[in-house]
């Protein structure tokens, strides 16, 4: 075996996803040199396997529910998705799984991309081994940061590995739309591809082990999504875990899977989708050199720094941390991080290089930290959830005395202009009383993500109330329903 190149950056980004990608553009803009390093495809499970496939699938479904909810459009709809446009639109957004393009933009914007499997060997430095064997030593004058994101988990349930069960990556990247299909989990990912196999025309069966879909969320979005998935023809069963899973003889179609649940009953599938969650890459990562513990997620200061190893050289950012799990958050925690490492290794740091990045003592105008009071997140089911801030759980659990008020969207004009169809939504906002400023909103409705940007930026604001009476709504549309929560709320 040939002795390993040895290449020396400022910075070295283990992880080409959209997390480490802002981590890489944001740590060069002070002239930082900096590479990054990936086993897989620039750009990383999002573009390919999650957030951009995965709403390609949904898209059609939503346009004819849509279409069908407007009466003198209704008519038109003759029928249902067509699967084989639908996939290859989903192609053309994942490009076929090339990442050429996302390769240039590396390129352009000058960061190094070096291609191959990262583990850290001891402080500032990571091995790169390629598919042949050849070894690259990177070097890292001063931070490597860890953005290699998060995995799906197995249960450890008897036979289910025998059945070659799905992964979201499966499901996202599907050519055979099962005729049956199991979907264990009831979280974003269960719910949404138990939309689309729906839409694409599968009999979805949803196991979910706790009492009710998306359990994080406000129980009345639980509740709406969940009989949106009945509605569907989705058999929703709650409280339901599989306890052992078999190959079975499914006639003429190949062999199938029988599933042996809980309660004693068994279901009889053609394939199995497994959306029980994820955890940190961090497993065959070399993180024993540096004396932290393979497979546990990488604690973070809100600068991105791990606090457990000294030196100020290792950093982490996105799902690695146990602490994001959406690339809108992963992306913002980066560019914090990246932004950290610029300002205090970068050129004109000076004197700010030993200036603490969080806390009393940050530099404001250069954000170098991460303000977590509000984190945004949209489920594409049909109704689509939007939700920003506490729930109403939250909020009382830490302490706050609020006040709740829901409103439904039927109460304002630019529904009934858009059409309100099987259920027009709902919202509710989580109001701190003491101060009179949003802590939470959640939308429940046809295409409320649009809708959750304006929430965002009022908890993140802390907008009084008193305040964002002022800001008029257009009407008629459904952007009004912020006029009708003030006005529920005695404004």
Same mark, same amino acid.
């Given at each position: ?13 283990? !992880? ?8 890489? #553009? ?21 573009? %390919? ?11 059609? !479904? ?10 003198g459009a209704a008519g038109a709809v003759t029928g249902g998705v067509d699967v084989a446009a639908t996939l290859a639109t989903r192609d053309e957004i994942v490009h076929g799984w090339d990442d050429a393009s996302q390769v240039a933009w590396l390129d352009g914007a000058g960061i190094a991309l070096v291609r ?7 402080p500032r430095r990571v091995v790169v081994s390629d598919d042949d064997g050849a070894r690259t030593v990177l070097v890292a004058r001063h931070a490597v940061v860890v953005a290699t994101g998060s995995a799906p988990t197995v249960p450890d349930v008897p036979g289910l590995a025998e059945v070659d069960p799905w ?144 030196? #100020? ?18 992306? %913002?925690?980066?560019?914090?991080? !990246? ?19 969080? !806390?009393?003592?940050?530099? #404001? ?109 257009? %009407? ?12 529920? %709320?005695?404004?």
């Open positions: 075996m040939t002795d390993p190149v040895e290449r020396t950056y400022d910075v070295v980004v283990v !992880g080409a996803g959209a997390v480490g990608e802002n981590v890489a #553009d944001r740590a060069g803009r002070t002239g930082l040199s900096v590479a990054v390093v990936e086993q897989q495809l620039v750009g990383g499970e999002c573009s %390919y396997w999650a957030c951009m496939p995965s709403k390609a699938l949904l898209r059609p !479904g939503a346009a004819l529910a849509d279409a069908r909810a407007v009466p191959g499997r990262a583990r850290l060997d001891g992964t979201s990556r499966d499901a996202t990247a599907v050519r055979d739309v099962p005729g049956r299909l199991a979907v264990v989990g009831g979280g974003v990912v269960g719910t949404e591809m138990a939309t689309a196999f729906a839409d694409l025309g599968s009999r979805v069966t949803l196991l979910v082990r706790g009492g009710r879909v998306l359990g994080g969320l406000e129980p009345f979005a639980s509740e709406q999504v969940a009989a949106g998935l009945a509605r569907l023809g989705v058999d929703v069963r709650t409280r339901t875990r599989v306890v052992r899973a078999t190959r079975v003889d499914a006639g003429g179609d190949g062999p199938g899977v029988r599933l042996l649940l809980d309660d004693g009953g068994t279901l009889d599938v053609d394939r199995v989708l497994l959306a029980t969650g994820r955890r940190p890459r961090t497993v065959d990562l070399g993180l024993e050199s540096v004396g932290l513990a393979p497979g546990a997620p990488l604690e973070v200061d809100e600068a991105g720094r791990v606090a457990a190893v000294e030196g #100020d050289w290792l950093w982490a950012a996105g799902d690695v941390t146990g602490r994001t799990n959406t690339t809108h958050q992963g992306k %913002y925690d980066a560019r914090v991080t !990246g932004d950290a490492i610029a300002a205090r290794f970068g050129a004109g740091a000076g004197d700010r290089a030993g200036a603490p990045t969080t !806390g009393a003592g940050a530099d #404001d105008p250069l954000r170098a930290w991460a303000d977590r009071a509000a984190q945004p997140q949209v489920v594409f089911t049909r109704p689509e959830v939007a939700a920003v801030g506490l729930t109403e759980a939250a909020a009382r659990a830490a302490g706050h005395r609020v006040r709740v008020v829901d409103v439904s969207f039927s109460s304002v004009g630019g529904t009934t202009v858009r059409g309100a169809g099987d259920d027009p939504g709902a919202v509710r906002i989580v109001v701190d009383e003491e101060r009179e400023v949003l802590l939470g909103a959640t939308f429940v409705g046809p295409e409320v993500a649009e809708m959750l940007h304006a929430a965002t930026i009022a908890v993140v604001g802390e907008v009084p109330l008193r305040r964002l009476w002022h800001a008029v709504p257009a %009407y008629p549309t459904r952007s009004e329903i912020w006029l009708r929560l003030l006005e529920a %709320y005695g404004l």
